[in-house]
């Protein structure tokens, strides 16, 4: 089967739209209680202490206001802002 030069830009920009997606849907994921780093590490999503938070964290890579951000410990996971856990270290 030959395709033609429309087709092979159709699926180019199929293939790059998927990716792009693919890593947004990635990014946006949280990190839940129950996973077992995140017990490891004893995350909760709602600090007790409110001066120790995970938007307070050297290692939060959210940005300033946002409910939640990244964090080097989860990969793409993301952390609540008011989150908490044992690797916290202040910023």
Known sequence: MKNSRRQFMILSAAGACTLALNGKVQAQ???????????ALKYVAVTP???????????????AGAAAGGCSLFGAKQVAANGWCSAWAKK
């Open 29 to 39: 994921a949280m990190v839940s209680e129950s996973d077992p780093q995140a017990k």
């Open 49 to 63: 202490d409110a001066s120790k938070n995970c938007a307070n964290c050297a290692l939060y890579q959210g940005k």
